[in-house]
Antibody, heavy 122, light 108 residues
Framework: VQLVQSGAEVKKPGESLKISCKGS????????IGWVRQMPGKGLEWMGI????????RYSPSFQGHVTISADKSISTAYLQWSSLKASDTGMYYC????????????????WGKGTTVTVSS | EIWLTQSPATLSLSPGERATLSCWAS???????LAWYQQKPGQAPRLLIY???SRATGIPDRFSGSGSGTDFTLTISRLEPEDFAVYYC?????????FGQGTKVGIK
């Protein structure tokens, strides 16, 4: 069971970006996938989650409207995207699987990707 | 939104000592849906404890969790060199899920 994230990105403010998280070794459609931000030298922030089976998505109010979480179950991949990056989006972004199968929402995150570093600078 | 406050921010201990980390929630955590994660520099977090007191797969029994409602504790009975890291609590009982700010366990 693993989640493989896309590589590091360097972008300018105002640019768009889509990073990915590909699951393997388990039934991708049946487990919620979440995204977690870690700004440089700071703690973990939960951004939102998606259920690939039906694309049901929940966002933290802190990130709602600024990012979009999506998934393509045909290729077992979840995405996190921005339409207009800000310097404050600089950080490490982790995807993580919630541990229970099925649509029940309340599980911890048991499998983590290695993270994608996003740097936004003019 | 449930806010989680961890204490202390930093803990300086020697190998072999006992570590006690606290996590307080701003409101009761539904069904003790409280997890603890360990993060080492340059690595992704690792799930240690879920449901407040259940160890995740492969986690040594020197790690234990306890608590309910708004007060939770992670105890490391005897610190091993590999245990020096940052520890985060997380509640996953109500959206948005939230993390505490972390406790760094450093070598004294």
């Amino acid at each position: 069971v693993q989640l493989v994230q896309s590589g590091a990105e360097v972008k300018k403010p105002g640019e768009s970006l889509k990073i990915s998280c590909k699951g393997s070794g388990y039934s991708f459609n049946n487990y919620w996938i979440g995204w977690v931000r870690q700004m440089p030298g700071k703690g973990l922030e939960w951004m939102g989650i998606i259920y690939p089976g039906d694309s049901d998505t929940r966002y933290s109010p802190s990130f709602q409207g600024h990012v979009t979480i999506s998934a393509d179950k045909s290729i077992s991949t979840a995405y996190l995207q921005w339409s207009s990056l800000k310097a404050s989006d600089t950080g490490m972004y982790y995807c993580a699987r919630q541990s229970g199968a099925g649509g029940y929402l309340y599980y911890p995150m048991d499998v983590w990707g290695k993270g994608t570093t996003v740097t936004v600078s003019s | 939104e449930i806010w989680l406050t961890q204490s202390p921010a930093t803990l300086s201990l020697s190998p072999g000592e006992r570590a006690t980390l606290s996590c307080w929630a701003s409101q009761s955590v539904t069904s003790s849906y409280l997890a603890w994660y360990q993060q080492k520099p340059g690595q992704a977090p690792r799930l240690l404890i879920y449901g407040a007191s259940s160890r995740a797969t492969g986690i040594p029994d020197r790690f234990s969790g306890s608590g309910s409602g708004t007060d939770f504790t992670l105890t490391i009975s005897r610190l091993e060199p590999e245990d020096f890291a940052v520890y985060y609590c997380q509640q996953y009982g109500g959206s948005p899920w939230t993390f505490g700010q972390g406790t760094k366990v450093g070598i004294k």
